[in-house]
């Protein structure tokens, strides 16, 4: 158990719809990452937020947008969603950046239909 | 673009045998290489890394070598146990302060 907690465990929606993702982090880390999982592809690089703060951004769509509230945890928001957004997106955070070993959750699973 | 390449996408070894996961990149100005593993349902968990100031860096059974002229690096774990069974993620980083670009992983079964 990393000690990263993601909810919700598996999200079936339908196109056009918006979902959100939500984590929380190892009690005491600051920052907080988001990877998306397709098929056959690698741990796609989101976005980090550090302490409430956007740190560094990936190649995340405009349709996506993410936040971390004051107490740390952090939200993804998928907005018009697309059949080719159904992937596993994972959170993990870190105590401080990215220098540092990133501890992951389990991830939530999308299916969009 | 993938900068990460992990061109197996599924490795078999038998239990006791030595275990070679592979990994090319094409980014030069990676400086930092990350290795995790991840079990099903679960998260990728840290593994082993290392400086490309370093050829070599070794945790008990799993060992990483890396060859920057070739932009080629490897994981071996001696001796593979079923344990390991687990999608393994290359990894590479302009310096450690920057984002981690991830490989598509290798699923490596070990037979006992």
């Known amino acids: 158990d990393s000690g990263v907690t993601q909810t919700p465990k598996h999200l079936i929606t339908a196109t056009g719809q918006r979902v959100t993702l939500r984590c929380s982090p190892r009690?005491?880390?600051?920052?907080v990452y988001w990877y998306q999982q397709s098929l056959d592809q690698g741990l796609q690089f989101l976005i980090q937020?550090?302490?409430?703060?956007?740190?560094a951004k990936g190649n995340i769509l405009e349709r996506f947008s993410a936040q971390q509230f004051p107490d740390l945890h952090s939200e993804l928001n998928l907005s018009s969603l697309e059949l080719g957004d159904s992937a596993l997106y994972f959170c993990?955070?870190?105590?401080?950046?990215?220098?540092?070993?990133?501890?992951f959750g389990p991830g939530t699973r999308l299916l969009v239909l | 673009d993938q900068q990460v390449k992990q061109n197996s996408p599924s490795l078999s070894v038998q239990e006791g045998r030595i275990s070679i996961l592979n990994c090319d990149y094409t980014?030069?100005?990676?400086?930092?290489f990350l290795w995790y593993k991840k079990y099903p349902a679960e998260g990728p968990t840290f593994l082993i890394s290392?400086?490309?100031?370093?050829d070599k860096n070794e945790d008990g059974r799993f060992t990483v070598f890396l060859n920057k002229s070739a932009k080629h690096l490897s994981l071996h774990i001696v001796p593979s146990q079923p344990g390991d069974s687990a999608v393994y993620f290359c990894?590479?980083?302009?310096?450690?302060?920057?984002?981690?670009?991830f490989g598509p992983g290798t699923s490596l079964s070990v037979i006992p």
């Open positions: 993990a955070s870190s105590a401080m950046g990215l220098q540092e070993t990133q501890y």
């Open positions: 009690s005491g880390d600051l920052s």
């Open positions: 937020y550090y302490n409430g703060e956007e740190r």
């Open positions: 980014n030069s100005m990676f400086d930092y």
């Open positions: 290392i400086s490309s100031i370093k």
């Open positions: 990894a590479g980083q302009k310096t450690s302060y920057d984002k981690v670009i």
